[in-house]
């Protein structure tokens, strides 16, 4: 394999919302009652909190597919990494990643230059891979168990097509309408096939803000399918 990562060669879908990305998402978002940085945090936080289950501090952390930098500060709050590196296929929307968030700590890269060499001790990856075409997936995977090195630990969090308050949200975001999701048990064949070892599978955002009184049952159900997104936490053997 040549190309580390061949689907950089289509174009970045998102070069066009990366000025108006945090607006399309928040429409989609509204019927929630929150808005992306409650997700976005609470994604961390249940990462951390696997992490820190597993005795894992990682001080070096990849964000594959980091789009315009929405989940830099929650990790450097939650993580508190040495080190943290994004990548992402849109050029525009690392722009706003750099202007926004660059820091001596915090590298943004596209992805086309990017040459994974098994040295980060953690991989975030958040709502990727529907955007990727089916053909590519494997290679994405590649990429990313490439990129840690052994023993090192991915977070692949995606949206659950089962739940259907979900789907109406990407109905509702332009740039998700069209995305082809990966039900859980495809993403765990898709990883397992790539040499990950998946360590558990866990589901979260159950209840909207207006059931929110409730959220403090959502570890206790984490298990179950109900969620509106799901982590696989995997390992590099």
């Not at 061949?6 to 919302?17: G, I, S």
């Not at 990790?75 to 990548?87: D, K, M, S, W, Y």
């Not at 898709?190 to 009184?213: A, D, K, Q, Y």
């Amino acid at each position: 394999m040549n190309d580390p990562f061949p689907v950089v060669n289509h174009r970045p879908q998102f070069d066009a919302y990366s000025s108006a990305y945090d607006q399309a998402l928040e429409r989609g978002l509204a019927v929630s009652g929150e808005k992306k940085d409650y997700f976005a945090r609470g994604r961390l936080a249940w990462s951390a909190r696997c992490l820190s289950e597993m005795n894992a501090q990682p001080r070096t952390v990849l964000d594959f597919g980091c789009g315009i930098g929405s989940a830099t500060p929650f990790i450097h709050e939650l993580l508190r990494p040495a080190e943290l590196h994004g990548v992402d296929v849109s050029p525009a929307s690392l722009e706003v990643a750099k202007r926004e968030h660059g820091s001596a700590r915090t590298h943004f890269e596209l992805l086309k230059t990017y040459q994974p060499d098994a040295r980060f001790d953690f991989v975030y990856c958040n709502g990727v891979f529907h955007h990727i075409p089916l053909q590519d997936r494997a290679d994405a995977v590649s990429c990313v168990f490439r990129s840690l090195r052994p023993g090192g630990i991915l977070a692949f969090w995606e949206n659950n097509p089962w739940n259907p308050g979900t789907r109406y949200i990407m109905s509702r975001i332009p740039f998700d309408r069209d995305a082809v999701t990966l039900p859980p048990p495809e993403a765990r064949q898709l990883l397992t096939s790539g040499g990950f070892e998946v360590v558990h599978t866990n589901f979260l955002f159950i209840f909207p803000r207006m059931l929110r009184c409730l959220r403090f049952i959502e570890p206790s159900l984490a298990r179950f399918p109900f969620g509106a997104q799901y982590q696989l936490l995997c390992r590099r053997p």
